[in-house]
Structure formats: C-alpha cells, structure tokens
C-alpha cells in the first residue's frame, strides 16, 4: 500500500484546496490506485470521506472527473461547496435551463472544469456521450453504487447501463463508491460494472460513537417522547416511520408537545420538502420525521440520533439510514422500537408484493435477517457487522444488550401452546385467525368471537393463564422471528411451519429472550 509522502501531489491537494491535514483510513491507498489509472471499487460506511476519493484523483490527473450520483436534488450543493474552496465544479440534469447547459457543456469542452457531476440517466443520452467523446476525462465516479443491485431498496435501473462507460472509454480508470455493500452486494456491484479487475477497498464498517438500541413497541409515540426528552432534548435527529401518514401523525404529536419537528415524505410537494431538508441542514436541534425516502447524501454532521418507530426492511437498510448519526465522531444514539405488528405487518407486505417467488423469498431473507438482529442476546453491533461478513469480538459495551443484557428462558411449552393453538384454528375451513385471537383463545377469554367460532370447546382454551397478554404476544413475535410460525394473505393469518412440527414433535427447544427492563440514560443538559 502506498502512504502519501509530502512531495505527493495527493496530500498537497488535501492540504491547499481542502485544508486537512492527513488523510483517513483507506483514503491514501484508494487515491493512489486512481491517480495511477487503476480502478478501484470502495466500500466505505456512511461518513468515511468517499467523496475525497475522487474529488482528489480529479484534480491530480489532466481533465475532468466525471461523477455518476443519482442525487440530484444535491448536486447544487455539492457543486456550490467545491467552488467555495476553488475547485471548478458544475453538473448536468434535468433542471438546468438550456443556457445553462450550453455553458456547461461549453467550459466542459473547453477543460475548463475539474468536476462534472451527471445523472445516471442522463448517459443514456447520444448528446451527452458524444459531448463526453469531446472532453478529456479524468475518471469516471459512481457513487452510490449499490443502486445497480436489483436485490438492494434502492435499485435504479439506469445504473446497469453505466457498464457502457468502460466500453467506450477502456483506458479512463473508474471508481464505484457505496457505504451498502454484503459481500454479495459487492460481487454483484463488480460484476453489473465490469470492475472485477478493479482493487477492492473494504473499511471497516464500525460506527463506534453510535449506541444501538432495539426495544419492544409498547406506546410508540410516547417512548419516542421520552427518549428526546430525557437523552435528546434540543438535539437534531432523524425519526423514521413506514407510512407517509405516520410521518404526518408523529411530525404533529412532537410539535404538539413542543418539540420542533418537520415531516418529508414523497408525498409533500417538492417545494416543501426542500424547504424541509434544507431547515433540517441549515438550523440547530430540528427533528426530521421522515420515511425512508428522505436521507441518502444528506452530510449533516451532528444528527445525534435516528430513531425508527417501524422496523426496517433490512439490515442494510438499518445500517444506512442508522449511520446518518454522529457523522462528526460525537457520540449518537440508534434507536429502534419493534413489536408483534410489525412481524405481521412486514410479512403480510412480502406476501402480497408484486414480482416472482425468487424476488418474495429475497425480500423474506431480507426480513428474517433484521429480525434476528432485533432478537439477539447478543451484543448487537458484533452481529450488525457480522451480517457485513466484518468480525468484531463482541461486548462493545455500547449497546442494550450489552448493557442490560437480556436473559434466554426456555420457551418451549409456550411455544407449543401457541402452535397447537394455531394448528387448531388451521383446520377450520374459510376462516383465518391472527394473533388476536390466539391470545384471546390462551387466556380463555370469553370475547363474542370466542363464542360464535366456539372456541371456548377447543382443548387449548384458558392453557395460557400463566403468562400476560404481552408475554403471549412477546413469544408469537419471537416465534414469527425464528421462522417457526408465519403468516399468510392480507388479513395475517398465522400459518404454521416446517419447523413448528419439531417444536410439537418435541425435537426441537425454543429459546426466547426476556425483555430486561432497560435504563434510560441519565437527562443531559441542554446544550447552550
Ligand atoms: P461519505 O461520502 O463517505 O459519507 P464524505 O465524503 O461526505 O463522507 O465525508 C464526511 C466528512 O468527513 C466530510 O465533512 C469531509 O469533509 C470529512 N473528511 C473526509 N476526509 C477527511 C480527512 N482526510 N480529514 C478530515 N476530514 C475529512
Ligand atoms: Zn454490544
């Protein structure tokens, strides 16, 4: 690996145009592969300083370094924040005017530009790549590379074409950039891109000033309240949640109770979220309630925490949208409040979902993934980097679990309760049951359904006083998360499993956790 020296034109750039001293990381070793001609493909976790990866290489070799970012709403600001340190910058989409553009592609022709940042659409235009047949290149960058996996959330289908700036210009070193990447996330990156020649670069994905958080959804809005009050008053933050009108009812309950939220949802006018998002980066201590659409490329370096009321739809998703916390280094909090509705929720979704069985069962691996995060007793960020195929010893000592560490029990005859319970109701044709009314069934419940389905006759009725109604919907959750119960249709009805006939069968025990009681953190001061 080569490490920059003071005569190397490299850190001489870092020094005069960004005014930092040393380079982070890997950043060396990346910038040297591109300056040199290679290609280099970089996995980097949110914050790690990818864009200096090509910003320098840019500004090192002859021409111009053309950027793939499928963000256009930010290229303005990109483009704006080199120019202030005098690097000649500007982009092409489709808001600029057509003067705007001609004088673009002018000064472009002209090399009078360090940095062009496009869109990935916009190569898929003659005009644009003949434009560039006309323009010395310096290299070609493609952020957000993950958006050509077709298995990621967030696939762009005009990113498998972009394979067609090595065919035209072999002898231009690329460089792919994302903080998303498995390991099989990665080889399909390599493969879509033609860069299997290209130098891996894998940082480590640890956010180690970042405490993770899963605890069980009880009343979400109000442990949300508590949680900004005691641990995050004043602060900035991001709070995620599924449905554009979750986002409306949280935004309105934390202003209700004088905390200074905005909504942003695909659903807002454009106008408004970009008042929203540029509120968001410009002032102190705002809180974005959001869905996931809001996020990606947003550097605002002191969001101190993100708190999910829904439970993501995957690990990587929990790690991307988690890591726009503490970007400065600061400590930040990942929060997650997850319950039994969101099990049934999220599986109903895979089940009715458009596309083939292959695409379900990605979604379901997905799922199952994020489930066993949020069900671990282990230390929760050895198993978030784990699930990036990284090794961390565990016992980080900033997480719940190794905080308060959760207690295993032996779940098994409540486990057969509730699957024989099921079992029962599964034989009554052309009617589904849900979790409702398994519980109601397990305490012996006397509800109007109850009687009209008879089901104070079943053998199982009232079986399941010895627990609580939390408990019961607690071992369902865990059941549903260890794929030994599943749910079908649109109305989750509770199906059993190939695995739930070795639980009844006796041949298989059931761990499940306890939910110790978790303390808050002690109230901080309000920052002045
Ligand atoms: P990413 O794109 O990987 O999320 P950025 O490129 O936006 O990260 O960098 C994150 C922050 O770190 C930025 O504020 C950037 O200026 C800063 N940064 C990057 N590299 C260095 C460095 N070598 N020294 C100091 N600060 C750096
Ligand atoms: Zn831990």
């Not at 092409?92 to 022709?109: C, G």
């Not at 659409?293 to 550097?299: K, L, N, S």
Request: aromatic fraction near 6%.
């Amino acid at each position: 690996m080569a490490t920059a020296t003071a005569t190397d034109p490299a850190l001489d750039v870092l020094r005069r145009v960004f005014g930092y001293d040393s380079f982070r990381g890997e950043q060396a070793a990346i910038i040297d592969t591109v300056v040199g001609g290679g290609d280099a493909l970089v996995l980097m976790p949110t914050g790690g300083g990818k864009s200096l990866c090509y910003q320098i290489p840019a500004l090192v070799r002859a021409g111009t370094g053309v950027v793939v970012s499928p963000l256009i709403a930010l290229m303005q600001d990109q483009v704006d924040a080199l120019a202030a340190l005098g690097v000649r910058a500007a982009f092409l989409n489709s808001t600029l005017s057509l003067e705007d553009r001609r004088a673009v592609e002018r000064a472009l022709v002209a090399g009078e530009l360090d940095l062009l940042y496009v869109a990935p659409e916009g190569l898929r235009s003659r005009a644009t790549l003949d434009l560039l047949d006309r323009t010395q290149i310096a290299l070609f960058a493609i952020d957000e590379a993950h958006c050509v996996s077709q298995w990621g959330h967030d696939f762009r289908p005009d990113y498998l074409e972009l394979s067609v700036l090595h065919q035209r210009w072999p002898s231009v070193p690329r460089i792919a950039l994302t903080a998303t990447a498995t390991a099989a996330t990665r080889a399909e990156i390599a493969q879509r891109l033609d860069l299997e020649g290209a130098r891996h670069f894998v940082s480590s994905f640890d956010r180690p000033n970042i405490t993770y958080r899963i605890v069980p959804k009880d009343r979400p809005e109000k442990q949300l309240l508590d949680l900004l009050r005691t641990e995050h008053a004043g602060e900035a933050g991001i709070v995620y949640c599924l449905s554009r009108a979750s986002v409306e009812k949280t935004a309105a309950t934390l202003v209700e109770n004088g905390i200074q939220a905005l909504p942003y949802h695909a659903g807002l006018p454009a106008s408004v979220r970009a008042a929203n998002q540029s509120r968001f980066l410009r002032e102190d201590g705002l809180v974005m309630v959001a869905t996931i659409a809001f996020g990606m490329g947003i550097d605002k370096p002191d969001v101190r925490f993100v708190a999910h009321l829904d439970l993501p739809k995957s690990v990587e998703g929990y790690y991307q949208e988690t890591g726009r916390a503490g970007r400065d280094g600061l400590p930040s909090t990942a929060w997650l409040a997850y319950g039994l509705a969101d099990v049934v929720q999220q599986r109903k979704l895979i089940e009715t979902s458009d596309g083939d069985a292959a695409h379900r069962r990605n979604l379901g691996q997905h799922l199952n993934a994020m489930l066993a995060l949020c069900e671990t007793v282990e230390c929760r960020r050895a198993q978030l980097l784990a699930y990036f195929g990284q090794t961390h010893p565990g016992g980080c000592g900033s997480c719940d679990t190794c905080q308060a560490p959760p207690e295993a029990w032996d779940g098994t005859v409540a486990a057969q309760k509730v699957l024989s319970t099921v079992f029962r109701l599964d034989r009554e044709r052309g009617q589904s049951f849900g979790v409702g009314q398994v519980v109601d069934i397990l305490l012996g419940r006397d509800t109007e359904k109850v009687r009209r389905f008879r089901h104070q006759e079943l053998s199982v009725f009232g079986v399941g006083k010895d627990l609580s109604e939390n408990e019961w919907r607690a071992v369902v959750r865990q059941l549903l998360a260890q794929g030994l119960l599943t749910v079908e249709g649109v109305h989750g009805t509770l199906v059993l499993t190939a695995g739930s006939g070795e639980v009844l069968a006796q041949r298989r025990e059931v761990r499940m956790r306890h939910e110790p009681a978790r303390p808050m953190r002690a109230p901080k001061a309000r920052k002045g």
